[in-house]
Protein backbone atom coordinates (compact mmCIF):
# COMPACT_ATOMS: atom_id res chain seq x y z
CA UNK A 1 0.00 0.00 0.00
CA UNK A 2 1.32 3.11 -1.14
CA UNK A 3 2.12 5.27 1.83
CA UNK A 4 3.56 8.79 2.74
CA UNK A 5 5.20 9.52 6.69
CA UNK A 6 5.73 13.52 7.76
CA UNK A 7 7.71 14.10 10.37
CA UNK A 8 7.45 16.01 13.13
CA UNK A 9 3.52 16.13 13.23
CA UNK A 10 3.40 19.31 14.97
CA UNK A 11 6.20 21.52 15.92
CA UNK A 12 6.67 25.22 17.62
CA UNK A 13 9.13 27.35 17.14
CA UNK A 14 9.94 31.38 17.42
CA UNK A 15 9.98 33.67 14.62
CA UNK A 16 13.73 33.98 13.47
CA UNK A 17 14.19 29.97 14.03
CA UNK A 18 15.03 27.67 10.96
CA UNK A 19 12.84 24.40 10.51
CA UNK A 20 13.51 20.99 8.54
CA UNK A 21 10.33 19.33 8.07
CA UNK A 22 10.97 15.57 6.64
CA UNK A 23 8.62 13.50 4.12
CA UNK A 24 9.37 9.74 3.74
CA UNK A 25 7.60 7.80 0.89
CA UNK A 26 6.40 4.52 -0.12
CA UNK A 27 4.87 4.17 -3.05
CA UNK A 28 4.61 2.55 -6.36
CA UNK A 29 5.61 3.99 -9.61
CA UNK A 30 6.64 7.18 -8.01
CA UNK A 31 6.67 9.93 -10.48
CA UNK A 32 7.44 13.29 -7.91
CA UNK A 33 7.03 14.59 -4.80
CA UNK A 34 5.22 17.61 -4.01
CA UNK A 35 4.77 19.98 -0.79
CA UNK A 36 2.19 22.06 0.09
CA UNK A 37 0.89 24.47 2.47
CA UNK A 38 -2.06 24.73 4.21
CA UNK A 39 -3.43 27.48 5.84
CA UNK A 40 -7.12 27.63 6.12
CA UNK A 41 -8.56 25.74 3.15
CA UNK A 42 -7.02 25.45 -0.16
CA UNK A 43 -3.15 23.65 -0.02
CA UNK A 44 -0.84 25.91 -1.69
CA UNK A 45 1.73 24.95 -3.97
CA UNK A 46 4.90 25.29 -2.87
CA UNK A 47 7.43 22.65 -4.84
CA UNK A 48 7.73 19.90 -7.12
CA UNK A 49 10.61 17.78 -6.78
CA UNK A 50 11.65 15.16 -9.64
CA UNK A 51 15.14 14.76 -9.70
CA UNK A 52 17.19 13.67 -6.33
CA UNK A 53 19.92 16.01 -4.92
CA UNK A 54 18.92 19.21 -7.03
CA UNK A 55 17.73 22.03 -4.25
CA UNK A 56 14.65 23.78 -5.01
CA UNK A 57 14.24 27.34 -3.66
CA UNK A 58 11.59 29.67 -3.08
CA UNK A 59 12.81 32.72 -0.86
CA UNK A 60 13.44 31.25 2.96
CA UNK A 61 11.89 27.88 1.72
CA UNK A 62 14.08 25.39 0.16
CA UNK A 63 13.48 21.58 -0.50
CA UNK A 64 15.44 18.38 -1.84
CA UNK A 65 14.73 14.67 -2.61
CA UNK A 66 16.60 11.92 -2.10
CA UNK A 67 15.74 9.50 -4.13
CA UNK A 68 17.52 6.88 -2.81
CA UNK A 69 16.34 6.71 0.59
CA UNK A 70 12.91 7.94 -0.42
CA UNK A 71 12.71 11.13 1.32
CA UNK A 72 12.42 14.95 1.09
CA UNK A 73 13.09 17.52 3.44
CA UNK A 74 11.58 21.46 3.25
CA UNK A 75 13.55 23.86 5.33
CA UNK A 76 12.04 27.32 6.26
CA UNK A 77 14.78 29.60 7.83
CA UNK A 78 14.30 32.83 9.63
CA UNK A 79 10.70 31.87 9.67
CA UNK A 80 8.14 34.04 10.79
CA UNK A 81 4.69 33.88 11.99
CA UNK A 82 3.32 34.08 8.68
CA UNK A 83 4.73 30.77 7.78
CA UNK A 84 2.68 29.13 11.10
CA UNK A 85 0.24 26.57 8.56
CA UNK A 86 0.26 22.84 7.88
CA UNK A 87 3.13 21.82 5.56
CA UNK A 88 1.75 18.74 3.45
CA UNK A 89 3.88 16.30 1.43
CA UNK A 90 2.48 14.37 -1.29
CA UNK A 91 4.02 11.42 -3.40
CA UNK A 92 2.97 11.81 -7.12
CA UNK A 93 2.12 8.15 -8.87
CA UNK A 94 2.19 7.92 -13.24
CA UNK A 95 0.98 5.01 -14.76
CA UNK A 96 -1.92 6.97 -16.66
CA UNK A 97 -3.24 8.51 -14.23
CA UNK A 98 -2.59 11.61 -11.96
CA UNK A 99 -2.97 10.53 -7.86
CA UNK A 100 -1.72 12.15 -5.39
CA UNK A 101 -0.64 9.89 -1.71
CA UNK A 102 -0.50 12.59 0.82
CA UNK A 103 1.32 12.61 4.19
CA UNK A 104 -0.46 13.32 7.73
CA UNK A 105 0.82 16.78 7.45
CA UNK A 106 3.09 19.25 9.92
CA UNK A 107 1.77 21.67 11.64
CA UNK A 108 3.99 24.42 12.24
CA UNK A 109 3.29 27.53 14.64
CA UNK A 110 5.42 29.98 14.93
CA UNK A 111 5.20 32.65 17.97
CA UNK A 112 6.43 36.20 17.97
CA UNK B 1 -6.46 33.84 -14.67
CA UNK B 2 -8.87 31.94 -12.59
CA UNK B 3 -8.02 29.68 -9.86
CA UNK B 4 -10.35 26.26 -9.11
CA UNK B 5 -13.55 27.26 -8.03
CA UNK B 6 -15.42 24.72 -5.91
CA UNK B 7 -19.03 25.36 -5.32
CA UNK B 8 -21.04 25.20 -2.67
CA UNK B 9 -18.23 26.28 0.18
CA UNK B 10 -20.31 25.05 2.96
CA UNK B 11 -22.91 22.16 3.55
CA UNK B 12 -24.96 20.76 6.08
CA UNK B 13 -27.12 17.63 4.66
CA UNK B 14 -28.52 14.48 6.85
CA UNK B 15 -27.76 11.21 7.28
CA UNK B 16 -29.35 9.54 4.45
CA UNK B 17 -28.95 12.40 1.91
CA UNK B 18 -27.04 13.05 -1.26
CA UNK B 19 -25.02 15.64 -1.86
CA UNK B 20 -23.44 16.83 -5.32
CA UNK B 21 -20.59 19.46 -5.65
CA UNK B 22 -18.69 20.93 -8.31
CA UNK B 23 -15.77 21.88 -9.36
CA UNK B 24 -14.66 23.64 -12.26
CA UNK B 25 -10.58 23.46 -12.86
CA UNK B 26 -7.83 26.29 -14.37
CA UNK B 27 -8.93 26.80 -17.76
CA UNK B 28 -7.51 24.56 -19.96
CA UNK B 29 -6.56 21.79 -17.34
CA UNK B 30 -7.87 19.00 -17.91
CA UNK B 31 -7.69 16.53 -15.05
CA UNK B 32 -9.24 16.79 -12.04
CA UNK B 33 -9.06 15.07 -9.18
CA UNK B 34 -10.95 14.94 -5.85
CA UNK B 35 -10.00 14.28 -2.35
CA UNK B 36 -11.75 13.92 1.35
CA UNK B 37 -9.49 15.70 4.03
CA UNK B 38 -10.37 14.43 7.99
CA UNK B 39 -8.58 15.59 10.29
CA UNK B 40 -8.01 11.94 11.51
CA UNK B 41 -7.02 10.94 7.90
CA UNK B 42 -5.60 13.43 6.27
CA UNK B 43 -5.92 13.80 2.72
CA UNK B 44 -7.37 10.97 0.75
CA UNK B 45 -7.51 10.42 -3.24
CA UNK B 46 -11.03 9.70 -4.17
CA UNK B 47 -10.41 10.00 -7.96
CA UNK B 48 -9.07 11.61 -10.95
CA UNK B 49 -10.91 12.41 -14.39
CA UNK B 50 -9.67 13.34 -17.93
CA UNK B 51 -11.42 14.34 -20.83
CA UNK B 52 -14.86 12.97 -19.46
CA UNK B 53 -12.91 9.69 -18.40
CA UNK B 54 -12.39 8.28 -15.03
CA UNK B 55 -8.85 7.20 -14.52
CA UNK B 56 -8.46 6.17 -11.18
CA UNK B 57 -10.23 5.70 -8.02
CA UNK B 58 -9.30 5.18 -4.64
CA UNK B 59 -10.26 3.32 -1.39
CA UNK B 60 -14.09 4.69 -1.13
CA UNK B 61 -17.35 2.96 -1.22
CA UNK B 62 -19.96 2.81 -4.35
CA UNK B 63 -21.73 5.93 -2.39
CA UNK B 64 -19.07 8.35 -3.63
CA UNK B 65 -19.29 9.13 -8.04
CA UNK B 66 -18.24 11.40 -10.01
CA UNK B 67 -18.17 12.65 -13.57
CA UNK B 68 -16.53 15.28 -16.14
CA UNK B 69 -18.18 16.74 -18.52
CA UNK B 70 -16.73 17.77 -21.67
CA UNK B 71 -15.87 21.56 -20.47
CA UNK B 72 -13.63 19.65 -17.87
CA UNK B 73 -15.96 20.96 -15.09
CA UNK B 74 -16.33 17.93 -12.82
CA UNK B 75 -19.06 16.93 -10.23
CA UNK B 76 -18.91 14.56 -7.29
CA UNK B 77 -22.10 12.97 -5.57
CA UNK B 78 -22.25 11.06 -2.41
CA UNK B 79 -25.12 9.16 -2.02
CA UNK B 80 -27.05 7.58 1.78
CA UNK B 81 -24.75 10.22 3.57
CA UNK B 82 -23.36 8.98 6.88
CA UNK B 83 -21.81 10.88 9.82
CA UNK B 84 -18.27 9.71 8.68
CA UNK B 85 -18.87 11.56 5.02
CA UNK B 86 -18.44 15.00 7.28
CA UNK B 87 -15.23 16.34 5.62
CA UNK B 88 -13.76 18.84 3.25
CA UNK B 89 -13.76 17.96 -0.12
CA UNK B 90 -10.63 19.48 -2.45
CA UNK B 91 -10.79 19.43 -6.15
CA UNK B 92 -7.39 19.27 -7.79
CA UNK B 93 -6.33 20.76 -11.28
CA UNK B 94 -3.79 19.66 -13.44
CA UNK B 95 -2.64 21.31 -16.83
CA UNK B 96 -0.62 17.93 -18.15
CA UNK B 97 0.89 14.62 -17.26
CA UNK B 98 3.28 14.98 -14.23
CA UNK B 99 2.30 18.73 -13.73
CA UNK B 100 1.97 20.30 -10.21
CA UNK B 101 -2.28 19.62 -8.95
CA UNK B 102 -3.57 23.06 -7.71
CA UNK B 103 -6.09 22.80 -5.65
CA UNK B 104 -9.63 24.49 -4.83
CA UNK B 105 -10.96 26.14 -1.44
CA UNK B 106 -12.66 23.03 -0.98
CA UNK B 107 -16.17 22.36 0.21
CA UNK B 108 -16.85 21.84 3.77
CA UNK B 109 -19.45 19.34 3.98
CA UNK B 110 -21.31 18.76 7.48
CA UNK B 111 -23.34 15.47 8.01
CA UNK B 112 -25.97 15.47 10.91
Known amino acids: EDKVVQSPLSLVVHEGDTVTLNCSYEVTNFRSLLWYKQEKKAPTFLFMLTSSGIEKKSGRLSSILDKKELSSILNITATQTGDSAIYLC????????????FGKGTKLTVNP | KAGVTQTPRYLIKTRGQQVTLSCSPI?????VSWYQQTPGQGLQFLFEYFSETQRNKGNFPGRFSGRQFSNSRSEMNVSTLELGDSALYLC???????????FGQGTRLTVV
Open chain 2, 27 to 31: SGHRS
Open chain 2, 92 to 102: ASLGGIGAEAF
Open chain 1, 90 to 101: AAGTQGGSEKLV
